[in-house]
């Protein structure tokens, strides 16, 4: 089974920090792009970053550059997501998803949310005093 598993969420005051992952089970992420989304409540889907590790892309929503790191670790099939200087405006459900790495194509931004083909079930991120 084809799987994406996120873990690293929790309650932590403004200025911390979380490190998300994003576990592939069934499948290996050499052979995929990986992105990061969040939702907040009543807020449209957003994308955060993105990583091709074939590409050598890595590439960041501008609400989140300089404070957010995306790497992957090809030994445990994981890919991260650092989130440092936390503000209450990243209180969000975040979510990986995979896309077949032939099928990324770069550019100035990541690809968008539909070319993904496996999701994850997400893992919530709140940020408050």
């Known amino acids: 089974q084809l799987q994406l598993v996120e873990s690293g969420g929790g309650l932590v005051q403004p200025g911390g920090s979380l490190r998300l992952s994003c576990a592939a089970a069934g499948f290996t992420l050499d052979y995929y792009a990986i992105g990061w989304f969040r939702q907040a409540p009543g807020k449209e889907r957003e994308g955060v970053s993105c990583?091709?590790?074939?590409?050598?892309?890595?590439n960041y929503a501008d609400s989140v550059k300089g404070r957010f790191t995306i790497s992957g670790d090809d030994a445990k099939n994981t890919v991260y997501l650092q989130m440092n200087s936390l503000k209450p405006e990243d209180t969000a459900i975040y979510y990986c998803?995979?896309?077949?790495?032939?099928?990324?194509?770069?550019?100035?931004?990541?690809?968008?949310?539909?070319?993904?083909?496996?999701w994850g079930q997400g893992t919530q991120v709140t940020v408050s005093s």
């Open positions: 990583i091709s590790s074939s590409a050598g892309y890595t």
């Open positions: 998803a995979a896309l077949p790495a032939h099928r990324f194509r770069g550019g100035r931004s990541c690809p968008m949310s539909y070319e993904y083909v496996f």
